[in-house]
């Protein structure tokens, strides 16, 4: 471990998955912006897709990300809060796994994120038609009128993740892959070693 204990390791790794978390809420281009959200449907079956992480509060433990509140997933959300969330870092090759708890921002909150978004993301809750709802031919959306701002901000919704648990891995030929879980309990981080 060139000369680093097994623990201070752990912290390193610890602070790295979180700075490059609250990279990927600043930075477009960062390595663990577009993460893998999983949900559960009604009848248990995995539903998985892809979510950009649009804010990382560290101290709170939270990853945020927006959706329609007509969507699936929305639905889900609101059935049952456990989620999980996937990433991959390409360089070097690193997986997190991130188990936690979802909720919703309140109202409040959620306007006030909004009129901080830029017109581009504003549009995308504009739609009369609800998401993942059947077209009746391929152009019917971009006919339809516009629903307005007062429905596009019902529309649009603010999910917090609440992290209690990171799965790290790492595929590294000169190291070795190493594997390390991250839990959260009562304000403290429990650290440990797990086989690849
Ligand atoms: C690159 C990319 C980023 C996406 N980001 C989001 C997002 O932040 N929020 C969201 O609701 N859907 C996002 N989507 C669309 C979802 O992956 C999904 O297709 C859609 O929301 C319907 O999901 P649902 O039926 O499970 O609700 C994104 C899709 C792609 C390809």
Redesign the pocket.
Known sequence: MHGEDRSSALERIHGEIWRDLCLAASHPESAYR?MTLATSSSDGAP?L????V?LVDRERMTLS????QR????LQICRSGPVALLCLKKHPLVQIRLLGMADFASSGEAISIWHDQHLGIQQQYYSRIS??RALKFVGELAVTPKTSTIEAISNFSVIHVKVHTIDWLSIDKSEGDRRAEFTYGSGEVEARWLVP
Do not use: A, L, M, Y
Request: hydrophobic share 35%; proline share 6%.
């Open positions: 577009w539903e897709r892809t979510v950009v649009r990300f927006f959706t329609d969507s699936t997933k929305w998401p993942g």
